[in-house]
T-cell receptor, first 117, second 111 residues
């Protein structure tokens, strides 16, 4: 299994500011993802972080609002830009290991709890 | 549209009272079905992956089964430490291999 850390673990931010969340993995992984989990709701995929190229965003999420970087196979950042109270949520980084036999596993970081005032 | 529905939303059990959680899904070709446990304030913890109908996986008091339309997570003789939210997700075999999550079942086991 992969060990994933996220920074910060939580933050309280003012409306209109931006926050960058870091995700570090203890091993090289092919697939890295960013999710949002709003209170009492399921996980929603924001984007797939692609190493060396632009992230692939899901419907409803755009690069200007959620810019993502992935400079190497163990690290990624998600920025939440021009924040509003509706962005208050838990943001989760995840990685997927895909094995040659078709077996795959997805592991999650501890999450970043963001509150926007 | 690919979709995952979990039931019940919440479940309270006495310690030792076995039960099952349900995950119904519709997906355009199933690559895998995943079960996770999530404790408050933490990220989901991977439990099982199931790939084909009839497959079963076990881990301690948990047993996951899969049919063509749904999966069950059976909890045998649960303990208070099994209290958590249990999430189900499916991954489609086409397109971007995106994971689609259900809203979870909040399990509370009373001593």
């Amino acid at each position: 299994s992969a060990v994933i850390s996220q920074k910060p673990s939580r933050d309280i931010c003012q409306r209109g500011t931006s926050l960058t969340i870091q995700c570090q993995v203890d091993s090289q992984v092919t697939m890295m993802f960013w999710y949002r989990q709003q209170p009492g709701q399921s996980l929603t995929l924001i984007a797939t972080a692609n190493q060396g190229s632009e992230a692939t965003y899901e419907s409803g999420f755009v690069i200007d609002k959620f810019p993502i970087s992935r400079p190497n196979l163990t690290f990624s950042t998600l920025t939440v830009s021009n924040m509003s109270p509706e962005d208050s949520s838990i943001y989760l980084c995840s990685v997927e290991n895909r094995y040659g036999n078709g077996y795959n596993e997805q592991f999650f970081g501890p999450g970043t709890r963001l509150t926007v005032l | 549209e690919d979709q995952v529905t979990q039931s019940p939303e919440a479940l309270r059990l006495q310690e030792g009272e076995s039960s099952s959680l349900n995950c119904s899904y519709t997906v355009s070709g199933l690559r895998g079905l995943f079960w996770y446990r999530q404790d408050p304030g933490k990220g989901p913890e991977f439990l099982f992956t199931l790939y084909s109908a009839g497959e079963e996986k076990e881990k301690e008091r948990l047993k996951a089964t899969l049919t063509k339309k749904e999966s069950f997570l059976h909890i045998t003789a649960p303990k208070p430490e099994d209290s958590a939210t249990y999430l189900c997700a499916v991954q489609a075999s086409s397109g971007t291999y995106k994971y689609i999550f259900g809203t979870g079942t909040r399990l509370k086991v009373l001593a």
